[in-house]
């Protein structure tokens, strides 16, 4: 089921520019080839699930200090069993990064769910120091956050903090930094 929806999220999404275009079709022909490429045991490359979250009445966005990468991140992470959608996915992994259990999905809502609004595909060693880099292909949501919400620092994370859209630590990378100015076109 999973893999399916994963297809029709990928199919029914509309990519932003060529370079989002190329990334969705190389996600596809990821899944046409690999029918457990949703799961951290696909190498080299596999798919996961992040989730941007908004406070749109604030006009700021909540990241994570990543552990391992040891940078400000969205919420985000590997697939798992118990998810029935990439969306469910992303949501999840918000959820329990954030500790804020209201959140909700936005922008481009499709038959069968919300669909996401941006794909990055990077190397990260998921699998141990020790080990090879491997591949995420990540598909991207925005999630947003009830007025006045309250983040909750969960053990997969060394701080959580709102930023305002213009006020991003200077160490953001450039596709965090593409997703928070795509988080303000769409939710303001």
């Known amino acids: 089921m999973m893999?399916?929806?994963?297809?029709r999220a990928l199919t029914a999404w509309t990519a932003d520019g060529a370079e989002q275009e190329q990334l969705r079709r190389d996600y596809l022909d990821h899944l046409a080839a690999h029918q457990d490429g949703l799961w951290r045991s696909c190498l080299p490359a596999h798919i996961?699930?992040?989730?941007?979250?908004?406070?749109r009445v604030a006009g700021r966005v909540l990241l994570?200090?990543?552990?391992?990468?040891?940078?400000?991140?969205?919420?985000?992470?590997?697939?798992?069993?118990?998810?029935?959608?990439?969306?469910?996915?992303?949501?999840?992994?918000?959820?329990?990064?954030?500790?804020?259990?209201?959140?909700?999905?936005?922008?481009?809502?499709?038959?069968?769910?919300?669909?996401?609004v941006k794909l990055d595909?990077?190397?990260?060693?998921?699998?141990?120091?020790?080990?090879?880099?491997?591949?995420?292909?990540?598909?991207q949501y925005l999630a947003l956050a009830p007025a006045g919400a309250r983040e909750l620092i969960s053990e997969e994370s060394l701080d959580l903090r709102w930023f305002g859209?213009?006020?991003?630590?200077?160490?953001?990378?450039?596709?965090?930094?593409?997703?928070?100015a795509l988080a303000r076109k769409l939710v303001g």
């Open 3 to 7: 893999h399916a929806d994963a297809v």
């Open 48 to 55: 996961t699930a992040s989730a941007l979250v908004v406070d």
């Open 64 to 116: 994570t200090l990543h552990p391992k990468v040891g940078r400000w991140l969205q919420m985000g992470g590997h697939c798992e069993p118990g998810d029935d959608t990439l969306a469910a996915a992303a949501l999840r992994e918000a959820v329990e990064e954030s500790g804020i259990a209201e959140l909700r999905l936005a922008a481009g809502e499709g038959e069968g769910g919300p669909l996401p």
């Open 121 to 139: 595909r990077h190397q990260v060693r998921c699998a141990g120091k020790d080990r090879p880099e491997n591949t995420h292909l990540d598909v």
């Open 165 to 180: 859209y213009d006020e991003l630590p200077a160490d953001t990378d450039r596709s965090v930094r593409e997703l928070v």
